[in-house]
């Protein structure tokens, strides 16, 4: 009996391991790396895409990496949002 309740407890700690396994990494909303299209950027900030794509272009919303020229290849780090949030916050 003491076999069949280890072999049981085996099997639903594999199921458990597997179950975890097979869910995504993914980054955490508050996490430094994490990085915003414009598109989501400009949901954040309760703006037009294109006010954002205007930040980016007179540095006022720097931008890490460049995949190309349209507006969905940007992406901006969280840390940057938050500091150009704080930059115009009246206090």
């Known amino acids: 009996m003491e076999d069949n309740i280890a072999a049981?407890?085996?099997?639903m700690i594999r199921e458990e391991i597997v179950a975890v396994l097979k869910q995504p990494l993914s980054?955490?909303?508050e996490s430094p790396l994490r990085h915003?299209?414009?598109k989501?950027?400009?949901a954040l900030l309760d703006?037009?895409?294109?006010?954002?794509l205007a930040?980016?272009?007179?540095?006022s919303l720097p931008r890490v990496v460049d995949l190309g020229g349209?507006?969905?290849r940007y992406r901006i780090p969280i840390q940057a949002l938050r500091e150009f949030i704080d930059s115009r916050a009246i206090r």
């Open 70 to 72: 349209s507006r969905a």
């Open 8 to 11: 049981v407890i085996r099997k």
């Open 27 to 29: 980054v955490q909303p």
């Open 40 to 42: 989501s950027a400009a």
């Open 47 to 52: 703006t037009s895409e294109d006010y954002v």
């Open 36 to 38: 915003y299209s414009v």
């Open 55 to 59: 930040r980016i272009k007179d540095g």
